[in-house]
């Protein structure tokens, strides 16, 4: 059963304009999460995280929000650009499962992102 | 410095071969991670080790063997391996501490092919 899920594949969009890419979780125990960026054959990078105990975090071009109620965050990319076209995954952990002996990210299966100039 | 070393870049080997892929990071992260990654597949976790002690084997084959000889090294040897194992292989540090950032940084990955 998917913890994470990340419901559209895909997404297009043309430069200049906003991307927002999409996270629901189900587990309730989760309260960080974290973007990544994922370029063919290279390592996910990290991008941008949230506490669960904010609802917005922003860094430069690349803001997260969350929802706790609804179990849901997005990123939002303004502007987007050609560069920033990439497979972006949403992760979760759950405090009881770092800063400790394990530290274990969950993964949505990821949004590839087109932007297209 | 933010950045996770791995090597090799590619390795291709024989279902017979003996190889080790290695990681290494001067974060002063003490938990570090073996995933693996499939084609338009999110990374699957393998290994964690904190405090450079294994805590989480998520029930990989004993095919892969994972090793961590210090606080920066981690090593993940391969022996007998099978063609369904080629894939991405990604490795990660993170800070283990509460209050830290728990984000992973991950390395470029090994592209492994098993013919």
């Known amino acids: 059963d998917q913890q994470v899920k990340q419901n559209s594949p895909s997404l297009s969009v043309q430069e200049g304009r906003i991307s927002i890419l999409n996270c629901d979780y189900t587990n309730s125990m989760f309260d960080y999460f974290l973007w990544y960026k994922k370029y063919p054959a290279e390592g996910p990078t990290f991008l941008i995280s949230i506490s669960s105990i904010k609802d917005k975090n922003e860094d430069g071009r690349f803001t997260v929000f969350l929802n706790k109620s609804a179990k849901h965050l997005s990123l939002h990319i303004v502007p987007s650009q050609p560069g920033d076209s990439a497979v972006y995954f949403c992760a979760a952990l759950s405090s009881m499962n770092y800063g400790g002996s394990q530290g274990n990210l969950i993964f949505g299966k990821g949004t590839k992102l087109s932007v297209k100039p | 410095d933010t950045e996770v070393t791995q090597t090799p870049k590619h390795l291709v080997m024989g279902m017979t071969n003996k190889k080790s892929l290695k990681c290494e990071q001067h974060m002063g992260h003490r938990a570090m991670y073996w995933y693996k990654q499939k084609a338009k597949k999110p990374p699957e976790l393998m290994f964690v080790y904190s405090y450079e002690k294994l805590s989480i084997n998520e029930s990989v084959p004993s095919r892969f063997s994972p090793e961590c000889p210090n606080s920066s090294l981690l090593n993940l040897h391969l022996h007998a391996l099978q063609p369904e194992d080629s894939a991405l292989y990604l490795c990660?540090?993170?800070?283990?501490?509460?209050?830290?950032?728990?984000?992973?940084?991950f390395g470029q990955g090994t592209r492994l092919t098993v013919v």
């Open positions: 990660a540090s993170s800070q283990v501490s509460q209050g830290l950032s728990p984000a992973a940084f």
